[in-house]
């Protein structure tokens, strides 16, 4: 419930949550200034499936990314919270209507990590060979892959 709640506009949040999605690193050109910036985004999610993005602009990207494990249960203290406005919903990967961007003073601890031994013990599944005609019913359920690299 409390991702639900998370109040606008304040540097002082503190969340748990378990990471269930990694978005790859990407250039933005802001649009107002012409300047240049790169985004790491991740996603957690509470026990209920309620997910909200988290953002980590530039010099931060560093200092997370060595936390960011998918099917790890993070503890993140400081980050600030933005309201999603319309025109940039298509871009949140969240289900609530706020974003958390990492600060400097920010910390991260990782309260359970996924190790490669859990990984590996996850259990897979074999996907039929299915012709074009057939591929609507696979299409409304939700895949998770995952991968060590």
């Not at 978005?23 to 649009?31: G, H, R, S, Y």
């Not at 099917?71 to 990967?93: E, M, W």
């Not at 996850?122 to 609507?136: A, M, N, R, V």
Request: glycine share 6%; proline share 3%.
């Amino acid at each position: 419930e409390y991702y639900k709640n998370i109040p606008p506009w304040s540097s002082i949040i503190e969340i748990v949550g378990r990471i269930e999605e990694i978005v790859a690193l990407k250039e933005i050109t802001f649009q107002k200034t012409g300047g240049k910036g790169t985004v790491f985004k991740f996603v957690i999610a509470n026990d209920d499936g309620t997910r909200i993005q988290i953002l980590s602009w530039d010099d931060e990207i560093n200092r997370v990314i060595p936390f960011i494990i998918i099917g790890s249960t993070i503890h993140i203290d400081g980050a600030f919270s933005k309201p999603i406005d319309n025109k940039n919903r298509c871009y949140n990967s969240g289900s609530v209507d706020i974003e958390l961007k990492v600060e400097s003073n920010t910390k991260i601890n990782v309260l359970e990590r996924m190790s490669s031994r859990e990984v590996s013990t996850l259990e897979t599944f074999q996907y039929p060979l299915i012709s074009i005609e057939d591929c609507e019913q696979y299409l409304q359920k939700k895949k998770n892959t995952q991968a060590i690299i």
